[in-house]
């Protein structure tokens, strides 16, 4: 009866759904960005490190909190079945982190709650899972094949301890080892899709560190989810190559183009009107007053002054001439004799 009890228990805590909640906080449904999936790795894609990192700690505290709690039930009192307690909380709380009811069962892959399953379970499975976990995932940097690896070298290790009586009796350390490849059985089952873009090389790459290559959610899908996740490794350094001699060779033309676009447009937008008016006067003939044209407007102007002349009175003044002037003259006298 204890069994179901601890599954139960476990269960509840496993619901509690850390990016599911964090993401609503921060105004961020995780379920229809990234991946789909609302967990550790697509929280950290999404909402970035500082939120995988609290979703990391949260998921493996409640798998710790949840050991605890059925050990202060049921394994407190009765030592020889506690680490069958445990392992069941464990399994409780990987299927409700899996399959909560109120997400429509569909949740996270469980690769932290069992983390905080090994911690709380004993402290001789953390050396070894931590080196798997954390050489696989250097070497590839692929947080899903890190986790398989994972889940699968928890199993070994508590395979390995419970046989060598570790864990109780052998009867005890069966139903242990049976339960633990339950557990490590879903792990794997919700990481079918990673696997297969594994195989296809389309898995997407979530590196921590500056030496590791960053790979672009742009084209592969989630068989589960439907959502885009990314591209093969040789597919984007193809692409990026090619993207970047396309940048460099465009650059310089497009630039020479609009030089000569607008050279182009200021010559068509060439107004005559605009030109100095001196070229203008240039192109017009230059008119020549003919001679016979002035002879007569000379002649005119004689026969004006001769009418003029004749016209005024004799007064005698105009018969004087410059010969009767002389240093010496008086006016008076010339009028007199004239």
Not at 115 to 144: C, D, K, N, R, T
Not at 219 to 225: F, K, L, N, P
Request: with cysteine.
């Amino acid at each position: 009866m204890f069994r179901l009890w601890c599954v139960l228990i476990g269960y509840v805590f496993g619901t509690i759904s850390t990016a599911f909640i964090y993401g609503k906080i921060k105004g961020v449904d995780i379920r229809e960005h990234g991946s789909g999936n609302p967990g550790t790795t697509n929280s950290f894609r999404v909402l970035g490190k500082k939120a995988g990192a609290i979703v990391l700690l949260c998921d493996v505290l409640k798998a710790v909190l949840a050991v605890v709690v059925t050990w202060l039930i049921f394994g407190r009192t009765n030592p020889d079945i506690l680490y069958l307690v445990k392992i069941y909380t464990a399994l409780g709380v990987v299927i409700g982190h899996d399959f909560p009811f109120y997400m429509k069962f569909k949740g996270g892959k469980g690769i932290a709650c069992m983390v905080g399953y090994g911690i709380s379970f004993h402290w001789l499975l953390i050396p070894g899972g931590a080196a798997i976990f954390i050489l696989i995932f250097l070497v590839s940097g692929y947080v899903s094949l890190s986790s398989i690896f994972f889940s699968v070298g928890l199993f070994f290790e508590i395979a390995i301890f419970a046989l060598f009586g570790l864990f109780g009796p052998t009867k005890i350390a069966l139903e242990i080892i049976g339960i633990a490849a339950i557990i490590s059985a879903l792990a794997i089952w919700n990481h079918r899709s990673n696997i297969a873009r594994l195989c296809a090389r389309q898995e997407v790459r979530t590196p921590i560190f500056k030496f590791q290559k960053y790979d672009d959610l742009d084209s592969v899908v989630d068989d589960a989810s439907g959502m885009t996740l990314g591209k093969s490794d040789d597919e984007d350094e193809d692409e990026a190559e090619e993207v970047k001699d396309n940048k460099f060779e465009d650059e310089l033309p497009k630039k020479k183009v609009v030089k000569k676009e607008k050279k182009k447009k200021s010559y068509i937008n060439y107004d005559e009107s605009s030109e100095p008016e001196d070229e203008a006067i240039e192109t017009e003939p230059v008119k020549e007053i003919k001679p016979e044209a002035e002879a007569v407007a000379t002649e005119a102007e004689d026969e004006v002054y001769e009418e003029a002349d004749s016209s005024q009175p004799d007064d005698g003044l105009n018969d004087v001439s410059l010969d009767d002037i002389d240093d010496n003259f008086n006016l008076g006298d010339i009028i007199d004799n004239k």
